[in-house]
Structure formats: C-alpha cells, structure tokens
C-alpha cells in the first residue's frame, strides 16, 4: 500500500510515517517509481508503535520495542514505565491537595501564610513529626 493508504488506516500523518521509518520504528518501505510501497508488517509496527507512544515510552525506548521486540523485553520496559506513571500520578495528586489548601487559603498576606507553613513543618504533630508533602506543606484547612 501507499503511503496515503497507510495514512488513511492508521490515521497518522504521512510525515509522521516517513519520521518513524527514519527513526527505524518503521521498516523501510520498498520503492516502486521512487515512491514508497508498505506491506502489512508496516501497518502492524505501527499499531506498535502508536501503543507504546499512547503508554507514553519515549522514541527511543519505542525503538528498542519494535527492533529488539520479545516478552522480556516488553516486560521490563513495561514494569519500568508503569513506576514512572505511578510516580508521576502520587506528584499529581499532591499537587492536586496543595492546589485545593491554596483555594481554600484566607491568609491576609504572604508573610502570614508563610510563617504558618513554617510553624507547621516546625512543630510536632503527636509522637513523631508531621512529614512535609504528606498533606501538602501545611497550610490551614
């Protein structure tokens, strides 16, 4: 098929598909009067593809996916991107805590809020002290 074929089936950019093959995410196409010719293998390397973009592996994680592609492999990347996700959703989640404390926040000016964060990441909170970025920096309410 052509590469408006492939485009129309995969719905990527002709661009993007002439990209990956440069990347090698995409097997190079055979030509036929100077214009690329894909067969079905393109077509299922860039499901690939856009899967593990979708999951958010980087290109060149996604390039040692499709060239070097086995279940160990696909494992272990896998097993190493859903940490980072994890990781990424708990700093999300913080953020989204400390967003709702600043909406909330009625301090009349910076130095008092200041100081009432500090006095709260100061103080103990019963027999151990109260950990920063637990609840957010301590800001009332």
């Known amino acids: 098929m052509r590469i408006g074929e492939l485009s129309r089936a995969t719905g990527l950019a002709p661009s993007a598909m002439r990209f990956y093959e440069e990347e090698g995410l995409l097997p190079t196409a055979r030509r036929l009067s100077g214009r690329r010719v894909f067969d079905d293998t393109a077509l299922t390397h860039l499901t690939i593809v856009q899967l593990a973009k979708d ?5 060149a994680e996604i390039r040692r996916l499709v060239n070097d592609f086995g279940k160990s492999r696909w494992r272990s990347q896998a097993e190493r991107k859903l940490g980072e996700v994890r990781l990424a959703a ?3 989640q913080t953020m989204a805590q400390l967003l709702e404390k600043l909406l909330r ?3 009349p000016d910076i130095d008092f809020c200041g100081q009432t964060i500090r006095r709260s990441m100061t103080r103990p909170s019963g027999p151990t002290r109260q950990r920063r970025g637990r609840n957010g920096p301590g800001l009332p309410g």
């Open 105 to 107: 926040c009625e301090c």
């Open 90 to 92: 708990a700093r999300l």
């Open 55 to 59: 999951a958010g592996f980087t290109l």
